[in-house]
């Protein structure tokens, strides 16, 4: 069994993929063709923003998000500590310091409850995670930022596909961030991600800082990096596209099916061996991880992997514990709620062509593991 099968989606999407991809050896423009335009345009009405950028990385829409907006030396940017590095990384990176505000333990996702006690003067942006495949309450983060005049960058980097109270994933703020790492929802065949935005001005800068930050041939108004999305990526992505709406329902359905048959199994209360993930419900999530809790994880993974499971941890340290940032002088017990998601997340098999048969082996195996 295949933690993420992308060999499956492939030969189901074949023909349009290679089709694709030959149009661009055939134009031979490798750089910025007229596949990342077309692609551009369908992901902003996808997303249902004005502009969207597309960018060489989601590592590299967060750096250019956080440089657009102008921060760096001397500033904060507050975020979660139970991410994927990237995320404090690039605050790191742009210059700025990373503020973490703990999560809700019950969703992974920034709890907006903690955020107003971590804005100080030199805050000067938010960015939440919408892990797993979940938005943030960006209607609550939003409202706490604008009373202090503060961007909000959505890292939509799991959640491609997913909505917050009807709206999509990566819309829902100043700007939104997101990866098509080839195991996210909507995956491309390398590194590739894109931006999303409605404030012209903001769209125009991210377009510059991408390509040097010129903003006509040879002529650099500012600085920038060689972000672009590459045409071939922005090919296999105008392709995958086309099964995207299918794969996002898959995706939802399996991981209500994941739900009962672990909650049959296991049960749900406090006393449960292993906890299903929960959603708000005025989300939708597309389950970039479909990530359980367990006790003695490292256990449960060999037995699971002696039993032909594969699985894997979304994250086992928190970032304000790693090396990289220990000058930030946060402790261990700082962050009550990401250390305990950490020390006990376990994610399984998830991708939208998962079959029944196979679900049940994993919870089978699951239930074998935690004995
Ligand atoms: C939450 C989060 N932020 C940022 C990134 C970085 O994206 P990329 O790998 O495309 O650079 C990832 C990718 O794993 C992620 O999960």
């Not at 933690?3 to 050896?25: C, E, G, M, N």
């Not at 994927?84 to 790191?92: D, G, L, N, P, S």
């Not at 001005?201 to 040879?218: C, F, N, P, S």
Request: charged content about 20%.
């Amino acid at each position: 069994m295949d933690f993420i099968d992308l060999k499956t989606q492939y030969r189901r999407l074949k023909p349009s993929v290679d089709a694709r991809i030959h149009k661009v050896l055939e134009h031979g423009q490798y750089v910025m063709g007229p596949e990342c335009l077309e692609l551009e345009q369908k992901l902003a009405a996808y997303v249902d923003t004005k502009h969207c950028i597309g960018v060489a990385s989601g590592t590299d829409a967060l750096l250019i998000a956080l440089m657009a907006l102008g921060i760096g030396q001397g500033d904060e940017v507050i975020t979660v500590p139970f991410t994927f590095f990237a995320t404090a990384e690039m605050i790191a990176l742009s210059g700025a310091k990373p503020v973490f505000v703990d999560v809700d333990r019950r969703t992974y996702n920034m709890d907006p409850d903690r955020l107003e006690a971590a804005i100080t003067p030199r805050t000067k942006a938010i960015m939440p995670v919408s892990l797993y495949g979940q938005c943030a309450d960006m209607d609550a983060i939003n409202l706490i930022a604008c009373n202090h005049n503060l961007p909000v960058i959505e890292d939509a980097a799991q959640s491609f596909g997913a909505t917050y109270k009807g709206k999509r994933s990566g819309g829902l703020s100043a700007i939104g961030a997101t990866s098509f790492f080839p195991s996210k929802p909507l995956g491309c065949y390398g590194d590739g991600g894109a931006l999303f935005t409605n404030d012209d001005k903001l769209a125009t800068i991210m377009r510059e800082i991408r390509v040097h930050g010129q903003d006509r041939r040879y002529h650099h108004p500012r600085l920038g990096l060689t972000g672009r999305l590459d045409s071939i990526q922005a090919a296999v992505l105008l392709a995958k596209l086309e099964e995207f709406d299918q794969e996002v329902a898959a995706r939802i359905r399996l991981g209500e099916r994941y739900a009962e048959l672990i909650g049959a199994k296991f049960g749900t209360g406090a006393q449960a061996r292993v906890h299903a993930p929960e959603v708000e419900q005025f989300n939708t999530c597309v389950y970039a991880q479909y990530t359980v809790e367990v006790e003695q994880r490292e256990i449960v993974e060999t037995r699971m992997k002696n039993l032909g499971v594969p699985t894997a941890v979304h994250y086992p340290l928190a970032l304000h514990m790693q090396p990289v940032f220990a000058n930030l002088g946060y402790k261990e017990g700082a962050f009550p709620a990401s250390e305990s998601a950490a020390r006990r997340v376990l994610s399984l098999p998830m991708h939208p062509y998962l079959t029944d048969e196979q679900q049940k082996q994993v919870v089978e195996a699951l239930a074998q593991a935690v004995a």
